[in-house]
């Protein structure tokens, strides 16, 4: 994006930011996480994260457990070599709130990236949109999991099935889909409007993307190739803008930042009030369609 800016007209940055985030207070979206209850007792929110390979899904959790811990924290394995998958198995993620005893009533669960030649299997990534996929599963890049499999959930609950998936891309990898990942995320995004899911876009690596942001985080809003590429994006993968993130990974920091937080709050708020709504939908509507 950086790059485009240079033979363009147009400023680099907007006079105003387009999005407004409130930088200065965290406790009150911080607050708002921490007290978030599902109206039903016993329910939980489930948030799949897929995307391309190296695109960041392990490290967004990593990063929404620092913000919610105070401190850098890592429980998902990373990797820093991109265009490979790191994550392996299916995988899911409880966050604590302090005291090892009570939970977050959301769970994320990470999967095996996507990738143009191989990956995992998109009828993969349905089979986990509607809870049929057991914890530990491990991926095949050459066949999807059977009903015969020890793996596989024959009777999923409410709990099981997927409440909101949220697509994890790399801001500065873009312009560089491929016409195949592009295809197969259209083919799980659709399958997953077909279940009532709600549907997320979380682009990492802006600070990759654009000099501007990197100098500093608050501009994001303001960096006009990065709007551009965010509604151009929202245009091809049908997703609206609003519902379109861009945030900033923990990935070399060894503190906490406060901008950092703030992205990653608003990103997660909206995450956990989608899937709220979802899963209040599901409850008062005897499940979804499978």
């Not at 490290?59 to 919610?68: G, T």
């Not at 024959?154 to 016409?179: E, F, G, Q, R, Y």
């Amino acid at each position: 994006m950086g790059g485009r800016q240079s033979r363009s007209t147009e400023p680099p940055l907007l006079p105003t930011p387009w999005r407004t985030i409130n930088w200065e207070e965290n406790q009150k979206p911080l607050q708002d996480v921490n007290s978030y209850k599902l109206p039903t007792e016993g329910k939980q929110i489930r948030i799949l994260l897929h995307g391309p390979a190296g695109a960041g899904k392990s490290s967004f959790i990593n990063s929404v457990q620092s913000v919610l811990h105070g401190r850098i924290y890592i429980q998902a394995l990373a990797d820093n070599v991109a265009g490979h998958s790191f994550t392996k198995k299916y995988t899911a993620y409880k966050i604590d709130k302090g005291d090892q005893k009570s939970f977050y009533p959301f769970v994320f669960n990470d999967i095996m990236g996507l990738s143009s030649n191989n990956g995992v299997l998109v009828d993969d990534v349905k089979l986990a949109l509607m809870g049929h996929v057991k914890e530990g599963y491990k991926f095949s890049i050459e066949s999807k999991l059977s009903d015969g499999n020890p793996h596989y959930i024959k009777s999923p609950t409410d709990n099981d099935k997927v409440h909101v998936l949220v697509s994890v891309i790399s801001a500065d990898k873009l312009s560089m889909i491929t016409d195949a990942i592009q295809l197969k995320l259209k083919e799980i995004r659709e399958k997953a409007s077909d279940l009532g899911i709600p549907q997320v876009i979380i682009l990492t690596k802006i600070d990759e993307a654009c000099p501007e942001i990197k100098e500093d985080l608050r501009n994001v809003y303001r960096v006009a190739s990065l709007k551009n590429a965010m509604e151009k994006f929202s245009a091809d993968v049908g997703i609206p803008l609003n519902c379109i993130f861009p945030v900033k990974n923990y990935s070399e920091e060894i503190e906490i930042n406060s901008d950092t937080d703030s992205l990653i709050l608003s990103a997660l708020r909206n995450i956990i009030n989608f899937g709220g709504d979802c899963v209040t939908f599901s409850t008062n509507h005897s499940g979804r369609l499978d």
